[in-house]
């Protein structure tokens, strides 16, 4: 009888709410107003948006925000299951691998407005007359913006999963299901974290193109932040283009001390060293919930449930036994699926040539593949100059993690700044000095994709093992030696996932950089860009598609005669373990 009072007793201290509780519950409750009171806006009726147009007044930047911030949030949270689900799929599966990552390869480089022209009509007719068809539309148009760096990511984590690891995971006998969420979920997690920030940031220049939604000749302009910057640069304000700005950092800086460093302190946990981090991050908010008292016991029978899915002994199909020799059947599960891939591409590439054969000759074929090559030498030339700025920097960054909390904020800042709003400089400065528009607008391609290869190398440096860099001091390695032998091969993984989201983005970039324009005054770089531009103006359909296919190829030819055979580099040579 004592000690179930003395139980009780425990019990009641522990729901007894303290001070901590107090200041999270307030934080909660208005989250979810906040929420609450966005979602409503989006079962309104459509005429609501003619009613009240977007305007540049400042005081309703504040509503705008929000109306972004709850598309881009939901947008990754859709992207994170995609990226659990698609990415595991690759990794774990040879056969899946061979049509998965190439597909991956084709849809980062696919413009987001090719997947607004087929996305918008069907979103639309789900939710007619409603702005919550409009705003589903959005948020697939960001999603696309965010989710393929995050699954190159996380499928690059789980294909470098240390051998002793995989090992240890062996010998305890896990099921795929239990390895999935004990030890390849967990490795992964600092790589991805650092990608969804960037996917966030970046998601913020697609944000303009995608919350004003054309169907036929009517055009659906959502209230936001994007179509606010939009309507400012249609009437060259530049007040308001500055209010937007200052709007977008204010935003930056809460969901980043509100969301993204909490989660970075949180997984820090989960770097892979056999000695203690020196420098552990740190998060006011994660301290905060860690204080609480009433929460944290509430918070207990979530957790229950998380360990027993978690727990689960489930094996993948792969896992059953049949009674015939295994090599034979992999030989022939090979043919019949690469026969199954054989044929749908040759059906695939038949259409396509039927359809481009009847509007187009060889020498528009000439034409786009000229200009694909040319685009493809500007990628080559400003990935190779962002790697050698960038990777430095990003090293000096991750590896010290003070530095790293107080350079987050202003990262994805600059990652999150609309590349678009430095048209006007660029035009201005071309045609004050005559300068050549093919070299001089080539830096707008990579001024907001350049962000993925220094956030993955933040992410590889920070996930570097203390231990290493311990046992690299005790053998004196400094300078070059240090570089090539310590650092360089421990962010490689990292920085092929980053330089092969940058490329894809900058491909997709090619089409509003290589075309910019300020007022009455317009610029054209020759590339596969302003084809692809300037076919999309004319409404020029066949050359349209020529040009994204071109582009595609190429995009998908380059990872794999240069970037696949790196990934494969660095899984045999540069895994840890």
């Given at each position: 009888?004592?000690?179930?009072?003395?139980?009780?007793?425990?019990?009641?201290?522990?729901?007894?709410?303290?001070?901590?509780?107090?200041?999270?519950?307030?934080?909660?409750?208005?989250?979810?107003?906040?929420?609450?009171?966005?979602?409503?806006?989006?079962?309104?009726?459509?005429?609501?948006?003619?009613?009240?147009?977007?305007?540049?007044?400042?005081?309703?930047?504040?509503?705008?925000?929000?109306?972004?911030?709850?598309?881009?949030?939901?947008?990754?949270?859709?992207?994170?299951?995609?990226?659990?689900?698609?990415?595991?799929?690759?990794?774990?599966?040879?056969?899946?691998?061979?049509?998965?990552?190439?597909?991956?390869?084709?849809?980062?480089?696919?413009?987001?407005?090719?997947?607004?022209?087929?996305?918008?009509?069907?979103?639309?007719?789900?939710?007619?007359?409603?702005?919550?068809?409009?705003?589903?539309?959005?948020?697939?148009?960001?999603?696309?913006?965010?989710?393929?760096?995050?699954?190159?990511?996380?499928?690059?984590?789980?294909?470098?999963?240390?051998?002793?690891?995989?090992?240890?995971?062996?010998?305890?006998?896990?099921?795929?299901?239990?390895?999935?969420?004990?030890?390849?979920?967990?490795?992964?997690?600092?790589?991805?974290?650092?990608?969804?920030?960037?996917?966030?940031?970046?998601?913020?220049?697609?944000?303009?193109?995608?919350?004003?939604?054309?169907?036929?000749?009517?055009?659906?302009?959502?209230?936001?932040?994007?179509?606010?910057?939009?309507?400012?640069?249609?009437?060259?304000?530049?007040?308001?283009?500055?209010?937007?700005?200052?709007?977008?950092?204010?935003?930056?800086?809460?969901?980043?001390?509100?969301?993204?460093?909490?989660?970075?302190?949180?997984?820090?946990?989960f770097r892979f060293e056999q000695t203690a981090s020196g420098n552990a991050p740190e998060s006011w908010m994660l301290d905060l919930f860690r204080r609480t008292r009433a929460l944290r016991a509430l918070s207990y029978p979530f957790s229950a449930v998380n360990r027993a899915v978690s727990n689960l002994h489930i094996e993948p199909p792969t896992a059953l036994r049949w009674q015939v020799d295994r090599r034979a059947r992999s030989r022939v599960l090979d043919a019949i699926w690469f026969a199954i891939i054989g044929a749908s591409t040759g059906y695939a590439a038949w259409r396509a040539y039927q359809y481009l054969s009847t509007n187009l000759g060889p020498s528009d074929v000439v034409t786009a593949v000229g200009s694909g090559l040319v685009t493809l030498a500007r990628v080559v030339v400003l990935i190779a100059l962002a790697t050698l700025l960038w990777v430095p920097i990003g090293v000096w960054i991750g590896l010290r993690p003070k530095l790293a909390e107080r350079i987050q904020p202003l990262a994805q800042f600059l990652a999150a700044f609309p590349a678009n709003l430095a048209f006007p400089v660029f035009v201005v400065v071309i045609v004050h000095f005559h300068l050549n528009a093919n070299i001089w607008l080539s830096p707008l391609m990579i001024l907001g994709t350049q962000w993925y290869i220094l956030f993955n190398v933040i992410a590889g440096a920070s996930a570097f093992p203390s231990d290493l860099r311990e046992a690299a001091s005790s053998f004196h390695l400094r300078g070059w030696r240090w570089w090539i032998k310590v650092v360089l091969p421990g962010i490689f993984p990292y920085y092929v996932t980053g330089a092969i989201t940058a490329s894809g983005g900058s491909w997709n970039a090619s089409i509003v950089a290589e075309v910019a324009s300020w007022g009455d005054t317009r610029l054209t770089a020759k590339g596969l860009g302003s084809y692809i531009a300037s076919a999309t103006e004319a409404g020029d359909f066949p050359r349209v598609v020529l040009g994204i296919a071109i582009m595609c190829i190429l995009v998908t030819l380059f990872n794999r005669l240069v970037w696949r055979p790196l990934y494969a580099f660095g899984e045999r040579r540069l895994r840890l373990g």
């Open positions: 009888m004592a000690f179930q009072d003395f139980r009780t007793a425990i019990m009641g201290q522990a729901l007894r709410p303290n001070i901590w509780d107090v200041v999270a519950i307030i934080l909660v409750i208005g989250a979810m107003v906040l929420i609450v009171y966005g979602g409503e806006q989006t079962t309104l009726p459509l005429s609501t948006l003619e009613a009240s147009p977007v305007s540049l007044d400042p005081a309703n930047l504040p509503l705008y925000a929000l109306r972004t911030t709850m598309r881009m949030l939901l947008a990754i949270v859709c992207s994170t299951i995609f990226t659990f689900i698609y990415a595991a799929v690759a990794a774990k599966s040879r056969r899946a691998e061979i049509v998965l990552i190439p597909l991956l390869d084709i849809l980062q480089s696919v413009p987001i407005l090719g997947f607004l022209t087929f996305t918008v009509v069907f979103f639309m007719n789900l939710f007619p007359g409603r702005v919550l068809g409009a705003e589903l539309a959005c948020v697939f148009a960001i999603f696309t913006s965010q989710a393929w760096n995050m699954t190159f990511s996380m499928y690059q984590s789980i294909r470098n999963v240390p051998r002793d690891l995989e090992e240890a995971s062996q010998s305890f006998h896990l099921s795929g299901w239990q390895r999935f969420w004990r030890l390849d979920v967990p490795f992964a997690m600092p790589g991805l974290i650092w990608n969804a920030m960037m996917s966030m940031s970046g998601g913020w220049f697609f944000v303009v193109a995608s919350e004003a939604i054309t169907v036929g000749n009517t055009t659906v302009t959502l209230p936001g932040v994007g179509s606010y910057v939009a309507l400012a640069i249609e009437q060259r304000n530049l007040a308001a283009i500055g209010y937007a700005l200052l709007t977008m950092l204010l935003v930056i800086i809460a969901y980043d001390q509100l969301l993204f460093r909490p989660i970075v302190a949180w997984a820090d946990k």
